[in-house]
């Protein structure tokens, strides 16, 4: 079978008794077994997932709009259709109209470089976090990862998945089993391409979505997204099989107790298949290097 790691790098900051610090979060997403999928305005980069959206038509443009597109004006007249635009159209600020489309996509970013010392620096907290491995299967010539379907059965429902990053790969009885598909980001620092109301151009959106500047290319991304209205303004979860987590990285910087409290929960709740490491600097090579724990 063809395999290949993923990572996804995370800072353990705070105290695990609080849960609004990366500690606490890093340990729960682990013992639940859950990819936490970010929102575009949760994101470290702003322009990261984001689409500029073009001005709200003139009447005269709706008028055009329904008439090139019969099928809509039977249930829309120009006031019903500017209503509806200006519910998604409701930023403060009038030239950057991107609120509530902007919000409907749902982000998980993982890297297939363990040993990438600015991800250690930027995202693990100078070495004090860890990184989390996790094992996808090659489906399709596509990096997937392998989901809990029971425990995502009520979001399958009412989410709508992005079938560009959410695959069918097996129909069972009941309903089909899902695999996230990891798409690589582009770096580019072509300007992205606007959506506009009369040309309904969602398209633009998904293909933004991959999209990102060239300063950010030492992450080499892949990514998942999930669309979902649904969730614009609260957390969406996604359960993975444990299976497919095999390793866990701490930096070299790594509080000991919370190295062994995290070794403690992970043999609780994944057993002894889980291989840990530590990464360190080699300041002769001017590389990270993996130093292997025994268990």
């Known amino acids: 079978m063809n395999t290949k790691m993923f990572y996804k790098y995370k800072s353990l900051d705070g105290d695990i008794q609080d849960n609004k610090s990366s500690y606490f979060r890093t340990y729960d997403c682990l013992e639940k077994c859950y990819f936490f999928y970010s929102r575009q305005n949760q994101l470290n980069d702003p322009f990261d997932m984001f689409t500029i959206i073009d001005d709200i038509p003139t009447d005269?443009?709706?008028?055009?709009?329904?008439?090139?597109?019969?099928?809509?004006?039977?249930?829309?007249?120009?006031?019903?259709?500017?209503?509806?635009?200006?519910?998604?159209?409701?930023?403060?600020?009038?030239?950057?109209?991107?609120?509530?489309?902007?919000?409907?996509?749902?982000?998980?970013?993982?890297?297939?470089?363990?040993?990438?010392?600015?991800?250690?620096?930027?995202?693990?907290?100078?070495?004090?976090?860890?990184?989390?491995?996790y094992e996808t299967r090659i489906i399709y010539n596509k990096f997937c990862l392998e989901c809990d379907n029971d425990k995502n059965r009520e979001?399958?429902?009412?989410?709508?998945?992005?079938?560009?990053?959410?695959?069918?790969?097996?129909?069972?009885?009941?309903?089909?089993?899902?695999?996230?598909?990891?798409?690589?980001?582009?770096?580019?620092?072509?300007?992205?391409?606007?959506?506009?109301?009369?040309?309904?151009?969602?398209?633009?959106?998904?293909?933004?979505?991959?999209?990102?500047?060239?300063?950010?290319?030492?992450?080499?991304?892949?990514?998942?997204?999930?669309?979902?209205?649904?969730?614009?303004?609260?957390n969406l979860l996604y359960y993975y099989k444990k299976s497919i987590v095999k390793q866990i990285v701490f930096g070299y910087k790594c509080d000991k107790d919370k190295q062994l409290n995290l070794i403690s929960m992970m043999k609780r709740i994944y057993g002894d298949n889980i291989d840990y490491f530590v990464a360190k600097p080699d300041f002769t090579t001017n590389t990270v290097s993996l130093v292997k724990l025994e268990n």
């Open 60 to 133: 005269g443009l709706i008028r055009k709009y329904l008439k090139d597109n019969k099928l809509l004006s039977p249930s829309n007249t120009v006031d019903m259709l500017k209503k509806k635009l200006q519910m998604y159209h409701c930023s403060t600020d009038e030239r950057i109209n991107d609120v509530y489309l902007n919000q409907f996509t749902h982000v998980l970013s993982l890297t297939p470089d363990v040993c990438n010392d600015v991800m250690w620096g930027i995202y693990a907290s100078n070495y004090s976090g860890i990184a989390i491995g």
């Open 155 to 234: 979001i399958n429902q009412r989410v709508l998945t992005n079938y560009l990053n959410t695959m069918k790969t097996k129909y069972l009885p009941e309903e089909p089993e899902f695999h996230l598909r990891l798409l690589p980001v582009v770096y580019t620092d072509e300007e992205k391409k606007h959506f506009s109301f009369t040309k309904m151009n969602f398209d633009v959106f998904t293909e933004n979505m991959y999209q990102k500047k060239t300063k950010w290319s030492y992450e080499q991304e892949y990514r998942s997204v999930i669309a979902s209205a649904e969730y614009v303004n609260k």
